[in-house]
């Protein structure tokens, strides 16, 4: 997976755009989380490129961007959770889910 870094609220904006054209992912993660690092892996170990057309992957490190968490949730209207994927077209979010509901198969059928 080609994650990009997610640190900043201006990304914000440029995924907003970003979505106008191809669907983008965010994957906010909690490094010391054993539930986060189970969703993480699952969804690296199911990931197929091809199964996923041009969707733009961005990775949030939680414990290091903590008020960044807080700023997608708002930009988006979702509640925060952790972990949580967020699958953006059109400048909103289309699906989100978090926990153990992160699914590489559901993440396609949003798609």
Not at 10 to 28: A, G, R
Not at 95 to 110: C, M, Q, R, T, V
Request: glycine fraction near 4%.
């Amino acid at each position: 997976m080609d994650w990009n870094q997610l640190t900043t609220e201006d990304q914000l904006d440029q995924i907003k755009k970003e979505s106008e054209n191809q669907p983008v992912l965010i994957f906010k993660h909690s490094t010391t989380c054993p539930i986060s690092s189970t969703a993480m892996n699952r969804m690296q170990r199911n990931w197929n490129p091809e199964e996923v057309g041009d969707l733009k992957l961005y990775y949030l490190d939680l414990l290091q961007y903590r008020g960044l968490s807080k700023a997608v949730a708002i930009t988006f209207n979702v509640e925060h959770e952790s972990p949580q994927v967020l699958l953006i077209k059109n400048g909103e979010s289309v699906y989100n889910e978090s926990h153990f509901g992160i699914s590489f198969d559901d993440l396609k059928g949003a798609l």
